[in-house]
């Protein structure tokens, strides 16, 4: 089970229980489809959009979920939808105008064929996902508790997501090489399978010069701190831009600087992670915002205010809101703008990800109270 807590526009105020080297430029002119690094050099040439290159592969679990309306030993109805930190990025993404890709397992069954049919509707390229006739799809329950306690529970162990395979994320990804692979720190926690698809999927986007985003993603009742250290800090190399909560960067730190992590600010942490060869580090700070630490110095940019309704998906929207304002070649500043923007939709609606806006959408955080848009 895994407790949320608190309104974060940003997607960090969510509470957890218990709590080979990246492409170069010659790889990049060669295959002609990178986006610029995040904090690379200025000069650097920028990605034009290419026919046949979408602009976001993911790939990782996407299950159903079940949304109570209080206590679930009460019983009661339940609201029948679909949950998944990559397909939530993605469908994000599509409903601001991207090309996205997504990969996973699902099972052979009605559930499997919801999410598939989820997301198609949703502006999703789905080609890459795989059924698998051996296993289940996931299943996860929502249980608010309090105004702003929601419990989840999970029921995903051996399910279809699980027993995702390299060989899935092979075909997928060389069907069209993306200009932006996501990756989360789920998938890899899934089991010995997905962690391989994981590791796959970042060679070949070393292949083929796409830029790599890793959305951290602690998730404490699928891994211990110390395993997804150990694997984290195996990606880091490859990663472009790392986006991550504060209290998710000392996870990323290699164990020589464990002193690091334990004792010093976010500012130390990411300056130390630039030095491993991150480009940009991005730290959602829950309601107080966000901060990015780029080669230009860092940027914060505060959360906006909505009332709050679900924080539940506020991270993954927030992602979706940085990397759609990166594809579209802006800034820093510009990109933590959006993406706080994103997350505020998402807190302000309930829901994983059916308050993510569309880009007509992003001006109406500024309209006064009552507005009515005819």
Aim: aromatic share 4%.
């Amino acid at each position: 089970m895994r407790t949320v807590t608190g309104q974060s526009a940003a997607g960090g105020g969510e509470a957890r229980p218990d709590s080979d080297v990246h492409g170069n430029e010659d790889a990049d002119a060669e295959h002609g489809g990178a986006v610029a690094r995040p904090g690379a050099a200025p000069g650097r040439p920028s990605d034009p959009r290419q026919a046949g290159r979408p602009d976001v592969f993911t790939f990782g679990e996407t299950m159903v979920a079940l949304r109570g309306s209080g206590p679930l030993k009460l019983g009661g109805t339940m609201q029948v939808s679909i949950a998944g930190a990559e397909s939530n990025v993605a469908i994000g993404l599509a409903r601001l105008g991207h090309e996205v890709r997504w990969a996973g397992a699902v099972g052979e069954d009605e559930a499997g064929e919801l999410v598939l049919r989820t997301l198609r509707a949703e502006g999703v390229e789905v080609s890459g996902a795989s059924a698998d006739p051996g296993a289940a799809t996931g299943l996860l329950l929502f249980e608010p508790r309090l105004p702003d306690v929601t419990r989840v529970h999970y029921y995903r162990a051996g399910s279809a997501g699980s027993r995702l395979t390299a060989e899935v994320i092979e075909r997928a990804f060389r069907a069209a090489p993306p200009r932006v692979l996501h990756l989360t720190g789920i998938t890899p926690a899934l089991s010995p399978t997905a962690r391989s698809a994981a590791l796959h999927s970042l060679r070949l986007a070393r292949e083929h010069g796409s830029l790599v985003c890793l959305d951290v993603n602690f998730r404490a009742r699928l891994w211990t701190a110390e395993e997804a250290s150990a694997v984290l800090g195996e990606w880091i190399p490859c990663v472009d831009l790392l986006i991550a909560s504060d209290d998710e960067l000392p996870l990323c730190l290699p164990p020589q600087d464990a002193d690091i992590g334990s004792v010093s600010g976010i500012a130390s942490q990411a300056r130390r992670l630039r030095e491993l060869g991150i480009g940009e580090i991005v730290v959602k700070l829950g309601a107080e915002g966000a901060t990015a630490f780029t080669h230009e110095g860092s940027l914060h940019r505060p959360a906006k205010a909505v009332r709050a309704v679900d924080a539940v998906g506020a991270g993954d929207a927030f992602v979706a809101g940085y990397l759609s304002a990166l594809l579209d070649g802006e800034g820093p500043a510009a990109r933590l703008e959006r993406a706080v923007t994103t997350g505020a939709f998402a807190v302000a609606s309930p829901g994983d990800w059916e308050g993510a806006p569309t880009r007509a959408e992003l001006g109406m955080l500024g309209a006064p109270p009552g507005t009515v848009v005819r």
